[in-house]
C-alpha cells in the first residue's frame, strides 16, 4: 500500500470521482453525460475552473456550488456527498510541498506532489542522472552551472536542491516507491561539480541499483531506438489512473493521464530497456568510467 495519500493526490481523486459522476449521469443529451457548460449552470463555476477541478489542479472555494453540482448529478446518497465535501476540504489545506510551490515550473507542484502516492515508477534521461537519483552536491553543482543562464538565485539553488532531497523519502520510507531508471551514457558522461562529484554521484548508483526496490540500467552509445526527450510514468495500481510527465523547452511539466500517451511512453520504456545494459551490468559501467575521471 502507497503512503497516505497527500492534498495532491486527494485533488485528484475528487476530480476524477466528479468527472465520473457528471459523464455517467445519464441527465445529458441522449440520456448521456452532461457538458462541463451544462454541467456549471446555476453555479459560480466557470467551465475552465470544473476542468481544472476535473484534472485535480484545483478544489472548491464554496462548497455550495460542489453541493449544486452533485444535485444537478443526481447525487442523492448523503454519505456520498458528505465524504466528496470532506475530499474537497482536506485538499485545500497546506501539506510540505506548499512551502516549495514559488520555485517549481509550472506543472511541477502537480507531479511531485502524486510521486509519493506512486506505487511504482519508471524514468528516463538521456542527458542527466535523473532528480531521485542524484547526490546533494552533483544537484547543487548542476543548479550552478544553469545560474548564470536561468538567471537564478542562491536562495533558488538552496530551496531547489532540498526540494530534490526531500522527493528521495519516496525511496526510503518503510514503503517505498518500486523504480526502474534508464540513464543514456551522455548523462554520465556529462561532467557535472567535477571529478570529486561525480565519483560520489557513480557510487549513489551502484549502492542504490543494489536495492532491491530499485533498478538502474544503462543505454550506452550504440545502435537501436531510444527517446531523445527525457519522461517519468507513475502508476497507482487501481487507486489512480496511471499518469506520463515531459518536460518542455521552457521549462514547464506536462502530464497525461490518457491511456493512448501512457501506453505510447510505456512502448518507448520498454523498448529502451531491450537495448540497454543489463541492470547487473550497470556498477561495472560505473566502475569502469570512475577510472576514468
Known amino acids: 500500500m502507497a503512503a497516505k495519500r497527500g492534498r495532491t493526490g486527494q485533488r485528484l481523486e475528487l476530480g476524477l470521482q466528479l468527472r465520473q459522476l457528471r459523464e455517467n449521469c445519464g441527465l445529458g443529451d441522449r440520456g448521456g453525460g452532461l457538458t462541463r457548460k451544462q454541467a456549471i449552470q446555476g453555479t459560480r463555476v466557470s467551465e475552465a475552473a470544473l476542468q481544472r477541478i476535473e484534472t485535480g489542479s484545483l478544489n472548491f472555494r464554496n462548497v455550495g456550488d460542489l453541493r449544486k453540482l452533485l444535485t444537478r448529478y443526481g447525487v442523492a446518497d448523503e454519505a456520498v456527498v458528505e465524504s466528496l465535501i470532506n475530499l474537497n476540504r482536506e485538499s485545500a489545506t497546506q501539506d510540505w510541498l506548499t512551502q516549495f510551490r514559488g520555485i517549481m515550473p509550472a506543472g511541477m507542484p502537480g507531479f511531485v506532489g502524486l510521486e509519493p502516492e506512486a506505487r511504482s515508477m519508471r524514468a528516463y534521461h538521456p542527458t542527466l542522472v535523473y532528480g531521485l537519483l542524484q547526490t546533494k552536491r552533483y544537484a547543487q553543482a ?58 560520489e554521484q557513480f557510487e549513489r548508483l551502484v549502492t542504490l541499483n543494489s536495492w532491491d526496490h530499485i533498478t538502474i540500467q544503462v543505454l550506452p552509445f550504440r545502435t537501436g531506438y531510444r527517446s531523445t526527450h527525457d519522461f517519468a510514468i507513475l502508476e497507482f495500481g487501481d487507486q489512480l489512473p496511471s499518469r506520463v510527465q515531459i518536460d518542455n ?28 545494459l543489463p541492470p547487473e551490468d550497470t556498477a561495472d559501467f560505473l566502475h569502469r568510467l570512475t577510472r576514468e575521471l
Open 249 to 276: 523547452a521552457w521549462g514547464a511539466l506536462s502530464t497525461s493521464d490518457k491511456p493512448r500517451e501512457v501506453d505510447r511512453f510505456v512502448r518507448r520504456f520498454d523498448s529502451m530497456v531491450a537495448s540497454a
Open 142 to 199: 548542476l543548479l550552478e552551472l544553469h545560474k548564470p543562464v536561468e538567471e537564478t538565485t542562491s536562495e533558488f539553488i538552496r530551496s531547489s536542491a532540498e526540494l530534490r532531497m526531500k522527493r528521495q523519502e519516496v525511496l526510503t520510507r518503510e514503503d517505498p516507491v518500486r523504480l526502474r531508471v534508464i540513464l543514456g551514457e551522455a548523462a554520465l558522461r556529462y561532467p557535472v561539480g567535477g571529478a570529486e562529484v561525480m565519483h
